[in-house]
């Protein structure tokens, strides 16, 4: 189980970058086109620097949604894979079974 402070910190950083994805796509589309001058690209990576740091994605921790475990989860479950291999030993999870030979 994951600390409770650390899995708030992480819900809190969701609600950041989607607070500034938007201005962030604007910021990043200025700087890569090119028919934009150089100070509007310098105005641009300004603006990126301005941002808060956490309203970057890549800054946000993909987290088992059960017991906050940070490492080993798999995304198409929103489980880690402790947690996977006993939900599948258990039948919870509908199309998985456990392969024995």
């Known amino acids: 189980m994951a600390k409770k402070s650390k899995i708030a910190r992480n819900e809190q950083r969701k609600v950041v970058v989607e607070r500034y994805a938007a201005k962030r796509a604007e910021l990043k589309k200025t700087l890569v086109d090119p028919n934009a001058t150089d ?12 941002l808060p740091r956490n309203a970057s994605p890549a800054r946000v921790r993909s987290r088992d949604v059960i017991d906050g475990r940070p490492r080993g989860v798999l995304t198409k479950f929103g489980v880690s894979r402790v947690r996977f291999r006993d939900m599948a030993h258990r039948g919870e999870l509908p199309g998985v079974t456990k392969s024995s030979w």
């Not at 100070?39 to 301005?50: N, P, W």
């Open 39 to 50: 100070e509007a690209r310098e105005a641009a990576r300004v603006g990126l620097q301005k």
